[in-house]
């Protein structure tokens, strides 16, 4: 036990060792700071993604209703003929 203490405590003094040490800790912690930051880069844009799909699906929706409106007017099979064709898309 002494031996292993001996042998930590020279590791310890020596200034080479622990500034070697010290420049694999701080480049793992770069490496990890700049994995978070792609992460979170990457989930802005599937953010974005969804929030875009999101507002083409409303307005294929407020489209669909202004053509619904405008076929309440018409005969059934006229009706049936526009909804088949909203249904299609």
């Not at 405590?9 to 930051?37: D, E, H, P, Q, R």
């Not at 802005?44 to 083409?56: F, H, L, R």
């Not at 076929?71 to 526009?82: I, S």
């Amino acid at each position: 036990m002494a031996a292993l203490l001996s042998i930590l405590s020279a590791i310890i003094g020596n200034k080479v060792v622990m500034t070697v040490f010290a420049a694999v800790a701080g480049g793992i912690g770069l490496y990890v700071a700049g994995g978070i930051n792609r992460a979170k880069k990457e989930a802005v844009k599937q953010a974005e993604a969804k929030v875009a799909a999101a507002e083409d699906r409303l307005e294929m929706n407020r489209e669909a209703a202004a053509e619904g409106r405008k076929a309440a007017g018409m005969t059934d099979a006229a009706a049936r003929a526009e909804a088949e064709k909203w249904a299609k898309r």
